[in-house]
């Protein structure tokens, strides 16, 4: 039995599966966010407190040894532990938007674009750089008290493991500091953030990703486990997505656009990043937008529609929802891909009495289809196209994908980033696993000819509200 354990944003979960990649049972545990003038974060104790909890769950009265572990959680933010990888402070989260600030001052400077120029990443306000800049003014102490300042997942596997340290990989590194092509900190980029003081907070890069044993909590002590990739490059692994040229859509809390690629070009508009990854000379890139399915959330709540009447509704109102249109940038952060804007904020338009809570939810989807073809446009997707994420539950959701698209969507159900940390640890251990059983899709979804002519249409007409609505935010 192998054990994939996926640390997410709002819900952690830890799914087991035999060797042919069965799921044989999955646990899950919400975990909270806090919300306030644009800071949000999280408690490390809790989500270390959930992870346990899962564990105990999905192994509980399985009578199969568990042969090892794997583990992914969400990506970037800063979360700052002491040497046992304890928490000095709530975790700033990806989400958050306290740097924007610091963000729109490198964008007016140049430190933005030198930056990405350097390393492929395009920095937003939840991202590392910006966030350990802003803590470096606001609040030094937590930063003079802190072993490490690392992602989720390396907290984790501290403490799972008992570490003497903290350490990373090269994809969490990736976001600002990494050297895509020597797979090391970019010492220049450190210095140009203003950082050089806090050089000794980023934590050594295990390339590949480290391993280790667990030491008894939520799994029996003595079992392997290795402590990476991060979430995106894990779903990508776990929905087979490792030839150049293929793509992954995460529809997930965030709506992440990944495409497999051999080449780092550092050139082009300043937005996404080159995720590094195990296999050398092999990268995603990666343009993962602030909000996905938050965004259906949000327009659901306000409505008072329940997600079991998603279906249903879509299919009373028409493609182009009678004219209802959404620019579905709804972060308090802005958005970073496929362009960092972070004062840009979502958009109902041509909105009347007339118009029906289908309507919104349509437009809504159809807003969010748009976004995804914008980043999967921008991240050079030319072969096959992956879906997975909770949005995946919607099944005319992912006909109206598909037809946005344009394309035919290999629909991967399941824990598919757990899946993706059980075969990056399979690699890491030398065992061998049948990658294609493991990331066979579960339905293929085919676009409809007509309603994809449409919707070509209604994307050149997204992209120019986009347009106005970026020259808008910026005045």
């Given amino acids: 039995m192998y054990i994939g354990i996926d640390v997410g944003t709002?819900?952690?979960?830890a799914a087991a599966f035999d060797a042919g990649?069965?799921?044989?049972?999955?646990?899950?545990?919400?975990?909270?966010?806090?919300?306030?003038?644009g800071f949000v974060e999280q408690d490390m104790d809790e989500v270390y407190g959930a992870v346990v909890a899962v564990l105990e769950e999905v192994t509980a009265g399985r009578t199969e040894p568990v042969e090892f572990a794997g583990l992914t959680g969400q990506g970037d933010g800063v979360w700052l532990v002491d040497t046992a990888g304890r928490p000095v402070r709530s975790a700033a989260s990806w989400m958050d938007g306290r740097a924007h600030e610091l963000v729109d001052r490198w964008l007016a400077d140049g430190t933005f674009e030198t930056v990405f120029r350097r390393t492929g990443g395009a920095m937003f306000p939840g991202s590392p750089g910006p966030l350990l800049a802003w803590l470096d003014s606001h609040d030094p102490k937590s930063l003079d008290a802190a072993s490490a300042a690392v992602c989720c997942k390396d907290m984790v596997f501290q403490r799972l493991t008992g570490a003497a340290r903290a350490t990373t990989d090269v994809s969490d590194a990736s976001m600002p500091f990494?050297?895509?092509?020597?797979?090391?900190?970019?010492?220049?980029v450190v210095e140009l953030l203003g950082l050089t003081h806090r050089r000794g907070l980023l934590a050594p890069v295990s390339?590949?990703?480290?391993?280790?044993?667990?030491r008894g909590e939520g799994l029996p002590a003595g079992i392997r486990i290795a402590g990476g990739p991060y979430d995106l490059p894990a779903c990508a692994l776990g929905a087979g997505v490792t030839a150049p040229g293929d793509g992954l859509l995460i529809v997930g809390t965030c709506l992440a656009a990944l495409v497999a690629t051999d080449q780092v070009a550092l050139t082009g508009e300043p937005a996404g990043l080159?995720?590094?990854?195990?296999?050398?000379?092999?990268?995603l890139r990666a343009l993962p937008a602030m909000v996905g399915t938050a965004a259906l959330d949000w327009v659901l709540s306000t409505t008072g529609v329940a997600h079991d009447e998603v279906d249903p509704l879509l299919s009373r109102t028409p493609p182009g929802a009678n004219g209802v249109r959404v620019l579905p940038y709804f972060a308090p952060s802005g958005e970073r891909a496929p362009f960092v804007e972070p004062r840009l904020r979502a958009e109902l338009t041509d909105v009347s009495l007339e118009s029906t809570r289908a309507d919104l939810i349509r437009a809504t989807c159809e807003g969010i289809g748009y976004a995804a073809r914008h980043?999967?446009?921008?991240?050079?997707?030319?072969g096959t196209l992956a879906v997975c994420g909770g949005g995946t539950r919607s099944t005319?959701?992912?006909?109206?994908l598909a037809d946005v698209l344009g394309r035919p969507l290999r629909v991967v159900e399941g824990e598919v980033g757990a899946r993706?940390?059980?075969?990056?640890?399979?690699?890491?251990?030398?065992?061998?696993?049948d990658t294609s059983a493991w990331t066979e899709p579960t339905a293929v979804v085919e676009p409809d000819a007509a309603r994809a002519a449409y919707y070509a249409k209604g994307y050149e007409e997204h992209l120019g509200r986009l347009s106005q609505a970026r020259t808008r935010a910026r005045d």
């Fill in 178 to 188: 990494l050297d895509p092509l020597t797979r090391s900190y970019d010492n220049r």
């Fill in 396 to 400: 005319a959701w992912m006909r109206l």
């Fill in 10 to 13: 709002s819900t952690v979960k």
């Fill in 375 to 382: 980043c999967l446009e921008a991240a050079g997707l030319t």
């Fill in 207 to 214: 390339d590949p990703v480290a391993t280790g044993e667990t």
């Fill in 274 to 283: 080159y995720i590094s990854t195990d296999r050398r000379g092999h990268w």
């Fill in 420 to 433: 993706g940390a059980v075969l990056a640890a399979a690699e890491r251990f030398g065992v061998a696993l």
């Fill in 21 to 37: 990649g069965r799921e044989l049972a999955v646990a899950a545990r919400p975990v909270g966010l806090a919300m306030h003038g």
